[in-house]
């Protein structure tokens, strides 16, 4: 049997743009929100009544739609698939733009689970960042999804930040984890080749970290984690037993997914699709009844064997090779082992015959270990 969809909705509006920022989002208009809410009702209308159990909301700034906004949307999304009573509705936030009513307004409409980019809590590095909040706001948000009756919250932060030195980042990982959130995503910085920052950088002679410095910051940082009782589960992702992002976990299980909104992507039946990325073009072509997919592929099956292998090795428990074995009818220690084995000397690679997961140390190197999973002509 088929597992329920992920339905991940796409709200591409921020306050103001951070200056690393490479996502598919543009400035807050609020007749362009308006047009879009409308547009992505229409979207999700046309779907076919499959189970679902997850609704994600991602950005963007999610939080910068009103709570009926948000009601609206989830009832097109029960309405055109099955979705479970006991769904995962998560709805991404900055700390900045929410307020115990407004999240309470969140939760009445349906959404189970908030996930606040707060990236730092030292206000010299989010000022770097760009971002609007300070360290106080992002603390004070959480305490908010608190009062609003939230039992599920995610903080995220990111380290490698321009001029962050280790023990800076350990500061911000212990300030997180005295704010006892049920799940955490630490993320590296990554800067996009015209990211605004990078002129800052070379202005104000910030740099990052050196590479073994990173090594020590995120091995530190998951250490850390998990003697609060935040254990990882994947890459970058850590949580209280029973609190793993249900949404997240079906891009690293090979599970099905369909994208609504601008740049959405989706996976689903064999096929991969991707709607048309501006936000404008979108609402009009929704408005004229047109798909909103540009660009729709058929998958072949090797295909998705090294999807199914690349995006499972990002969980900590890895990819039960027997079971994906048998889904794709491969033998696939005997095809990929002797490419695999020099990992598994160096002691980045796991197996034990069942699971095949990278140690922790094989984390840092994951990308260069996932690719002995992409076939040369696609590398
Ligand atoms: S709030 Fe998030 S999506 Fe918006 S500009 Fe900043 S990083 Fe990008």
Redesign the pocket.
């Known amino acids: 049997m088929t597992e329920p969809l992920g339905l991940y909705v796409h709200i591409p509006f921020?306050a103001?743009?951070?200056n690393?920022?490479n996502?598919n989002?543009g400035l807050f208009d609020a007749d362009l929100k308006r047009r879009y809410v409308g547009a992505l009702v229409e979207e999700i209308r046309r779907s076919d009544g499959s189970p679902a159990d997850t609704i994600f909301f991602g950005?963007?700034?999610p939080s910068l739609l009103d709570p009926s906004d948000v009601e609206a949307l989830i009832a097109a999304c029960r309405e055109s698939f099955s979705v479970s009573a006991d769904a995962e509705v998560t709805l991404e936030a900055?700390p900045d733009s929410v307020t115990v009513d407004r999240l309470a307004g969140y939760r009445q409409a349906g959404v189970t689970r908030v996930s606040f980019?707060v990236q730092s809590f030292r206000d010299a590095e989010l000022l770097r960042l760009?971002?609007t909040h300070d360290a106080r706001g992002a603390a004070e948000a959480l305490g908010m999804a608190r009062t609003a009756g939230f039992d599920n919250v995610s903080l995220d932060l990111m380290m490698w930040l321009p001029g962050q030195s280790p023990d800076e980042w350990l500061e911000s990982v212990e300030r997180l984890i005295a704010l006892r959130p049920d799940h955490a995503s630490v993320y590296m910085l990554e800067l996009y080749p015209n990211a605004p920052l990078r002129e800052e950088m070379a202005r104000a002679r910030w740099t990052q970290a050196p590479d073994d410095d990173v090594a020590h910051m995120y091995l530190s940082a998951m250490e850390r984690l998990e003697r609060a009782g935040l254990d990882q589960y994947e890459i970058s992702n850590v949580a209280r037993p029973g609190c793993t992002s249900r949404h997240n976990l079906k891009y690293w299980s090979d599970g099905e997914w369909v994208g609504f909104g601008c740049g959405a992507h989706s996976t689903r039946g064999g096929a991969r699709w991707k709607n048309v990325a501006s936000t404008a073009e979108y609402v009009d072509l929704v408005g004229r009844g047109s798909p909103a997919a540009i660009d729709v592929r058929v998958m072949s099956r090797q295909e998705q064997l090294e999807d199914a292998l690349f995006m499972g090795l990002r969980r900590s428990g890895g990819v039960d090779l027997p079971s994906v074995g048998s889904r794709y009818d491969i033998d696939v220690w005997s095809y990929y082992g002797p490419q695999l084995a020099p990992y598994l000397d160096e002691g980045l690679l796991i197996y034990d015959g069942g699971a095949l997961r990278l140690s922790r140390p094989g984390m840092l190197l994951a990308h260069e270990v996932m690719m002995v999973f992409i076939s040369p002509d696609v590398r």
């Open positions: 921020c103001s743009i951070c690393y920022c996502f989002r950005g963007g700034t900055n980019g760009g971002r």
